[in-house]
């Protein structure tokens, strides 16, 4: 069954202090990981596409990576408007076009 | 507009009642996808068409969820004698590209309570 797990659930950051978020998966055939940011009461928002074990993908203070069986978002340096939920998903080639999200990990940074 | 549109962004049922959720995506996005999401939880796929046409509905969870897009634009999701476990946040995403694109523009969704 495919699957994907975040970790931590939670997590708590001063400001400028940098960490990594971990998405683990299990995928029949990987089409693509995706990354997404999600704020209290909206949608998610796209970050990142991944296709490819050894693929990065930078933007602003975030970095996506990808192994063969799980991501990272590196957050460096963040600050107080970083604090959100970042979910993480795959496509398998065969479920077709549903994404197969994670629960999240919800991110705080304190000033 | 300038973003996916949902409509309405709150909807409380009482068990049994019928409903009905809107959802108007980026103009010219040919691909439209509802997803639910239960609270803590990751959004879970439901459905998923290109243009008029609904290519996947492995994810609706029973026949009591139906979904239309009958001119390849505005889309309704329905659900029918709503139950308690129906009660959730139900997201509305487009992508000008196919239906194997996990680049999503979503909607702020529709909160359904159902008492």
């Known amino acids: 069954e495919d699957q994907v797990t975040q970790s931590p659930e939670a997590l708590r950051l001063q400001e400028g202090e940098s960490s990594s978020l971990n998405c683990s998966y299990t995928?029949?055939?990987?089409?693509?990981l995706f990354w997404y940011r999600q704020d209290p009461g909206k949608g998610p928002e796209f970050l990142f596409t991944?296709?490819?074990a050894g693929e990065e993908k930078e933007k602003e203070r975030l970095k996506a990576t990808l192994t063969k069986k799980e991501s990272f978002l590196h957050i460096t340096a963040p600050k107080p408007e970083d604090s959100a939920t970042y979910l993480c998903?795959?496509?398998?080639?065969?479920?077709?076009?549903?994404?197969?999200f994670g629960k999240g990990t919800t991110l705080s940074v304190s000033s | 507009g300038a973003g996916v549109s949902q409509s309405p962004r709150y909807k409380v049922a009482k068990r049994g009642q019928d409903v009905a959720l809107r959802c108007d995506p980026i103009?010219?996005?040919?691909?439209l996808f509802w997803y639910q999401q239960a609270l803590g939880q990751g959004p879970e796929f439901l459905t998923y068409?290109?243009?008029?046409?609904?290519?996947?509905k492995s994810g609706l969870p029973s026949d009591r969820f139906f979904a239309e897009r009958p001119e390849g634009s505005v889309s309704t999701l329905k659900i029918q004698r709503t139950q308690q476990e129906d009660s959730a946040v139900y997201l509305c995403a487009s992508s000008v590209l196919g239906g194997d694109t996990g680049e999503l523009f979503f909607g702020e969704g529709s909160r359904l309570t159902v008492l």
């Open positions: 068409f290109q243009n008029e046409a609904q290519l996947d």
């Open positions: 995928v029949s055939g990987l089409r693509g």
């Open positions: 991944l296709y490819s």
């Open positions: 103009s010219g996005h040919v691909s």
């Open positions: 998903a795959v496509q398998a080639y065969q479920a077709g076009t549903a994404l197969i």
